[in-house]
C-alpha cells in the first residue's frame, strides 16, 4: 500500500471554512476513488490551526489520479489561500499491516 502523510498550517482565520473544504475532499476521495483505501483527518491537540492528514492507497499511480480528481481540484483551487505554511507532504510504502488485511474506508 502507498501512504501520504500531509501536515496542513492552516490561517487562523480561514479554520472552519478549510475544515470543511478538507472534509469534503476527505469524503470525495472515499467514497468516489475505488483504490483510496483510507482518508484520515486529525486535528493536533498543540496547535488546532495544524492538520495531519494520513491517506492510503492501492499503489502510487492511485495517489497520481487522486491528485486528478475535481474533489481534489476543487479542495485545492478552494483553499490556497487559506494555507499558512506550505504542505509538508511525505509518502512511503506500508510494511505493517500486510497489503491483504487492508479493507476500504466505510
Not at 92 to 105: N, Y
Request: glycine share 2%; aromatic share 10%.
Amino acid at each position: 500500500m502507498f501512504a501520504v502523510i500531509v501536515k496542513v498550517q492552516i490561517k487562523p482565520e480561514h479554520r472552519e471554512e478549510f475544515i470543511e473544504a478538507m472534509l469534503a475532499d476527505g469524503r470525495g476521495s472515499v467514497n468516489n476513488e475505488p483504490d483510496c483505501l483510507l482518508f484520515n483527518i486529525v486535528e493536533d491537540h498543540t496547535d488546532p490551526n495544524k492538520l495531519h492528514l494520513y491517506e492510503v492507497y492501492t499503489s502510487e499511480q492511485a495517489f497520481d489520479v487522486h491528485k486528478e480528481t475535481p474533489h481534489f481540484q476543487t479542495w485545492l483551487d478552494t483553499t490556497k489561500d487559506w494555507l499558512a505554511a506550505p504542505l509538508d507532504i511525505s509518502t512511503g510504502s506500508h510494511l505493517f499491516p500486510a497489503d491483504s488485511v487492508w479493507q476500504k474506508q466505510a
